[in-house]
């Protein structure tokens, strides 16, 4: 595994970024697996793939403020990321790590990894729903997925120090909600971790031990991925 320590300048940049890594490690002949790391500099909401624009968002709100709306290649719910949230993304291929093929597997095998990490921070958590990491009842953590043939991309943010009331001025309450959430509001569902992201930053790097750290990006791929779909309107609006 490699690490990669990179923060693009825009977020559509950073969301394409995680999809260009699983493209370029699908491609090579030889398995390769990558530990991402990032913080976000501005605000965006961020849908999952069937994510849907006018349930899950509130976007006169977010066009008045200048908040982009970005659709990531992954499943999962709709969030919205920004300066305070740690981001992750883990490359992970079949064959080196077997769990990582089925979906549930993954989710499992992740997320486990994730508590054993947060537990070295003093922060006791568990897995609700269907891949959020919980304390106190209060979701800190939420986690997506996209398989390809040989490798799985598995991201997903840490609610840091992340300014919460915002979600209200952005995010509808989805029509899907985990069972725990029950009739929560936003600021009754979520919780930031209060822990320093350097720290936590360092713990992901201790636990998955990266042999070393990847500087050079796929940035074909990733040009290509912004002309063809990041940087369509029709992506993210559809």
Known sequence: ??????????????????????????????????????????????????????????????????????????????????????????????????????????????????????KTLHLDCQILGTSDLVTENRKISGNSLRRKQNETLYHGTFLCHFDLPLMTQYLTVPDRIPEYRKTREHLEFVKNMNCEMGHLKQALIEHWTPRSEFHRIPQSILNDLLETKYRDPHWHDG
């Open 1 to 118: 595994m490699f690490l990669i320590d990179c923060t693009l300048p825009t977020m559509v940049e950073n969301v394409a970024l995680d999809e260009a890594l699983l493209l370029d490690a699908e491609q090579r002949s030889e398995p390769i697996e990558f530990l991402r790391i990032w913080e976000p500099q501005q605000l965006a909401v961020v849908m999952g793939r069937s994510g849907q624009v006018h349930k899950e968002t509130l976007p006169d709100a977010c066009k008045h403020d200048h908040i982009p709306v970005i659709r990531r290649s992954s499943g999962g719910g709709t969030i919205l990321a920004g300066p305070g949230c740690l981001m992750y993304a883990l490359i992970l291929n079949h064959e080196i790590h077997p769990d990582s093929q089925e979906i549930q597997s993954c989710h499992d095998f992740v997320l486990n990894q994730m508590i054993q990490i947060l």
